[in-house]
């Protein structure tokens, strides 16, 4: 047995209860960033199915050869322009909001 004293392991250290704040919002902004791109993406996408007709879509939005009867695909510039609608509604209400700073809660 040596005669030197064990050494004892380092106290932690306390961590903050609010110690996520800053992270989280910076997450909450890249969200509302990528809902935006997507929101705009979707609408346009939406708006080229309202006003092309199917045989002269691209193939990848779904173009139907030779089909003269199917003018509009109504469904899905529908469901284009109101999902974006929905994205650019949730990005604004992120990238708009401020953050709170006080104990209180009071908005800077």
Same mark, same amino acid.
């Given at each position: 047995m040596s005669s030197e004293p064990e050494a004892l392991p380092p106290e932690p250290v306390p961590v903050p209860a609010d110690s996520g +704040? $800053? @992270? @989280?919002? @910076?997450?909450l902004r890249v969200l509302g960033f990528v809902l935006l791109a997507l929101g705009v993406i979707l609408v346009a996408i939406g708006a080229v199915y309202l006003a092309i007709h199917a045989n002269q879509l691209p193939s990848f939005l779904g173009k139907i050869p030779g089909k003269r +009867?199917?003018?509009?695909?109504?469904?899905? +510039?529908? $469901? +284009?322009?109101i999902g974006g609608a929905v994205c650019l509604a949730v990005s604004g209400f992120l990238l708009t909001r401020r953050r709170k700073t006080g104990a209180k809660g009071s908005a800077a």
């Open positions: +704040g $800053a @992270s @989280s919002w @910076s997450g +009867g199917i003018s509009v695909r109504y469904k899905r +510039g529908y $469901a +284009g322009l």
